[in-house]
Each structure stands twice: as structure tokens, then as C-alpha cells.
């Protein structure tokens, strides 16, 4: 027997199973869902310089994709709308592509230092310019796009799973404890690139063409 068949045996396949696991959520935290931005989600939206954000095409097939920039580089259109800029990148954009088939997307607002963090889920588009990509540039360079979600459920989310990953943590952190990033792309995706030109491709001259 394989260890998938055994793993099979205790497959969960309806919401009653799960919840005789995990048990029902407290009426505070089964209501805490709203549908327009409050103003402590404005000023978190404000103070966070990273957000993940999830979408999947018309077969379910799924894409996180990581967004950075300074903080507040994302933009409250009003109580109800978000845009995310889209900079320069390696052109593949699995979630702009699955956003043309399936609009539904979520996203996690980060703040360095804080375990809890806010979620918002909906549905999104994509735009090639707006009057407000001005007030979106950086280092003189506007965005490429922007993904514009219409906001339908958004929350905050406790801080259980940075504080059992001790993710902000400097002592815990061991940043070698893998391969390079020049290591991980001669093995996987430059196998014709040395080492060296790798090294020097993702030093100094990585960071300064972010823009």
C-alpha cells in the first residue's frame, strides 16, 4: 500500500467532517467580515509595503503572486476599491492571465513586525492607465498596469502563524540555510550561465534596475 492510499483513508470530503475537527469559529470571528474599508484598514493599506495576491483561471488552476513597493504603494480609490500597481518584472503574469478568465482574487496586506495581518477578497481588472497612475510612480517610473479589485469581504487576521514561525524573529533567521539565488538559477533555470555570471547578474545591478 502506498503512503497516498493511506493518506486516502482519511480524506476529508464534507464540511461536516471538518467541522467535527476543527469546531465552529466564535460569533466574533464568524461576523468579523465587512464589505468596505474602514479606516484603520486605510491606515494598515497605508503602512504595508507587501502583499501577496491569489487568484486561479477558469479551471480553478491557482497563482500567488508577491507585489512590493514603499509603503502605501497601494491605492484606496475609495471605500470600496483598490488598485495595485504592476512594475516591471519577467513578463509572465500567471495572475493578470487568470484575472481575464476568473476575476475573483484575494490579497494578505503585510506590516514588517506585526503578526496579524488584513485580507481582502474580490473581484478584480485590469486597467493600462487611470488619471491617479501619477500618484502611483516611483523613482519616476508609472506602472505598467494596474489591478483595480472592487472590494467584497475584507478583515483582519490574527497573528498566530508569525508567532508559531517566529517569522520576524532576526534570531531565527537563516538565510543560507538553502542555495543562492545565483545557485537556485544555474540548477533550474540558467543551466548555460556560470556561477560567476549569476553572481554578478543578481548583485548590485539586480537592485538597481527594480524601477
Given at each position: 500500500?502506498?503512503?497516498?492510499?493511506?493518506?486516502?483513508?482519511?480524506?476529508?470530503?464534507?464540511?461536516?467532517?471538518?467541522?467535527?475537527?476543527?469546531?465552529?469559529?466564535?460569533?466574533?470571528?464568524?461576523?468579523?467580515?465587512?464589505?468596505?474599508?474602514?479606516?484603520?484598514?486605510?491606515?494598515?493599506?497605508?503602512?504595508?509595503?507587501?502583499?501577496?495576491?491569489?487568484?486561479?483561471?477558469?479551471?480553478?488552476?491557482?497563482?500567488?503572486?508577491?507585489?512590493?513597493?514603499?509603503?502605501?504603494?497601494?491605492?484606496?480609490?475609495?471605500?470600496?476599491?483598490?488598485?495595485?500597481?504592476?512594475?516591471?518584472?519577467?513578463?509572465?503574469?500567471?495572475?493578470?492571465?487568470?484575472?481575464?478568465?476568473?476575476?475573483?482574487?484575494?490579497?494578505?496586506?503585510?506590516?514588517?513586525?506585526?503578526?496579524?495581518?488584513?485580507?481582502?477578497?474580490?473581484?478584480?481588472?485590469?486597467?493600462?492607465?487611470?488619471?491617479?497612475?501619477?500618484?502611483?510612480?516611483?523613482?519616476?517610473?508609472?506602472?505598467?498596469?494596474?489591478?483595480?479589485?472592487?472590494?467584497?469581504?475584507?478583515?483582519?487576521?490574527?497573528?498566530?502563524?508569525f508567532m508559531r514561525s517566529r517569522l520576524?524573529?532576526?534570531?531565527?533567521?537563516?538565510?543560507?540555510?538553502?542555495?543562492?539565488?545565483?545557485?537556485?538559477?544555474?540548477?533550474?533555470?540558467?543551466?548555460?550561465?556560470?556561477?560567476?555570471?549569476?553572481?554578478?547578474?543578481?548583485?548590485?545591478?539586480?537592485?538597481?534596475?527594480?524601477?
Amino acid at each position: 500500500m502506498g503512503s497516498h492510499d493511506s493518506v486516502d483513508d482519511h480524506r476529508i470530503q464534507t464540511a461536516e467532517q471538518l467541522r467535527v475537527l476543527v469546531g465552529e469559529p466564535l460569533p466574533r470571528v464568524r461576523d468579523k467580515v465587512r464589505t468596505t474599508l474602514h479606516e484603520l484598514d486605510r491606515d494598515w493599506i497605508a503602512a504595508s509595503p507587501f502583499c501577496v495576491v491569489s487568484t486561479s483561471d477558469s479551471e480553478g488552476r491557482c497563482d500567488s503572486s508577491p507585489k512590493g513597493d514603499p509603503p502605501g504603494f497601494v491605492k484606496v480609490l475609495d471605500d470600496t476599491t483598490l488598485a495595485v500597481p504592476e512594475r516591471k518584472g519577467n513578463k509572465r503574469v500567471d495572475g493578470y492571465l487568470n484575472v481575464l478568465e476568473n476575476p475573483h482574487v484575494g490579497l494578505i496586506f503585510l506590516v514588517p513586525g506585526r503578526g496579524d495581518t488584513l485580507r481582502v477578497n474580490g473581484r478584480a481588472r485590469l486597467v493600462a492607465d487611470a488619471p491617479w497612475f501619477d500618484e502611483m510612480e516611483v523613482k519616476g517610473h508609472r506602472p505598467v498596469l494596474a489591478l483595480v479589485v472592487d472590494v467584497e469581504e475584507v478583515f483582519f487576521h490574527c497573528a498566530k502563524a508569525f508567532m508559531r514561525s517566529r517569522l520576524w524573529h532576526p534570531s531565527t533567521w537563516d538565510p543560507m540555510a538553502v542555495g543562492s539565488r545565483p545557485e537556485i538559477a544555474k540548477a533550474l533555470e540558467r543551466p548555460e550561465d556560470s556561477v560567476e555570471e549569476l553572481e554578478k547578474y543578481y548583485g548590485e545591478q539586480y537592485s538597481t534596475g527594480l524601477y
